[in-house]
C-alpha cells in the first residue's frame, strides 16, 4: 500500500467515515493486495464510483481493486435515485472485479417524471 492511499484510509478516520477498526482492515486487505494473496496483479487497477445529480456530483469514489471486497461493507444495500430502488448486486460487480474486466460495470440513468432532474450512477473499472 502507498502513502497516498494509507492517507486517504486515515483521512476518512479523521473524518468520521469509519472507524480505526475498519481502517486497520482496509490497510491489511490492502497490503494483501500488493503481494499478490487475492489472485492477480491489480496494483495498478482501481474500482470507480460515481453518482451524479444534474451538475452535482454526490459520489466521487476511487478505490483501488485490492480495496474493493472491504469496500462492500459501506456500500448500502438499498440504493434508490429519486425515490426509485436499483438494483446493483455488489456480489456481481465484486466477482466482474476479480476476473479481471475492464470498462463499465454498471450505468444508470434516470430522470425524474417531476423535477427533470437527472441522476447518473457509473461503477467502472480502470
Known amino acids: 500500500m502507498n502513502t497516498e492511499e494509507r492517507r486517504k484510509i486515515l483521512d476518512m478516520v479523521v473524518e468520521g467515515q469509519i472507524t480505526a477498526d475498519e481502517a486497520e482492515k482496509l490497510m491489511a486487505a490492502a497490503d494483501k493486495a500488493e503481494i499478490?494473496?487475492?489472485?492477480?496483479?491489480?496494483?495498478?487497477?482501481?474500482l470507480i464510483i460515481?453518482?451524479?445529480q444534474g451538475e452535482k456530483t454526490n459520489v466521487n469514489v476511487r478505490l483501488p481493486i485490492g480495496l474493493a471486497r472491504i469496500a462492500k461493507m459501506f456500500i448500502p444495500k438499498n440504493i434508490d435515485i429519486n425515490g426509485e430502488p436499483i438494483n446493483v448486486d455488489i456480489d456481481e460487480i465484486l466477482r466482474l472485479v476479480e476476473t479481471e474486466v475492464t470498462g463499465n460495470i454498471v450505468e444508470v440513468h434516470q430522470v425524474d417524471d417531476e423535477t427533470g432532474d437527472r441522476t447518473d450512477v457509473e461503477i467502472y473499472l480502470e
Open 36 to 46: 499478490g494473496e487475492t489472485g492477480g496483479d491489480h496494483s495498478n487497477r482501481f
Open 50 to 52: 460515481k453518482v451524479q
